[in-house]
């Protein structure tokens, strides 16, 4: 099992940047890939994205591409996402996610989320 604590949300005018951290229960170096999704009021989960554990291979929805970077700290076992150019429409709750195995498609550990507020 894996624990998911994410940290680093809050209220922040547009054009401004926030950084978010999960910090994980175990080494990163276990797990083989790790996300942060996003979910708005009303609407469906998004990945924001990802970064693989193994060779540091990293993807981003397009919404996000130069403005959001995902990065890792093995040695504090934790991956961070750095938010820059924040837009309204980046309000939502960010979630850590962890997925263990190649093998298996789908994220399966999750943290509890933080908040992120955008305003105009």
């Known amino acids: 099992q894996v624990q998911l604590v994410e940290s680093g949300g809050g209220l922040v005018q547009a054009g401004g940047s926030l950084r978010l951290s999960c910090k994980a229960s175990r080494s990163i170096f276990s797990i083989y890939a790790m996300g942060w999704y996003r979910q708005a009021p009303g609407k469906q989960r998004e990945m924001v994205a990802s970064?693989?554990?193994?060779?540091?291979?990293?993807n981003y929805a397009e919404s996000v591409k130069g403005r959001f970077t995902i990065s890792r700290d093995n040695a504090e076992n934790t991956v961070s996402l750095q938010m820059n150019s924040l837009k309204p429409e980046d309000t939502a709750v960010y979630y850590c996610a962890a997925r263990m195995s190649i093998a298996t498609p789908r994220y399966d550990y999750w943290g509890q989320g933080t908040q992120v507020t955008v305003s105009p």
């Open positions: 970064i693989t554990t193994l060779d540091d291979s990293t």
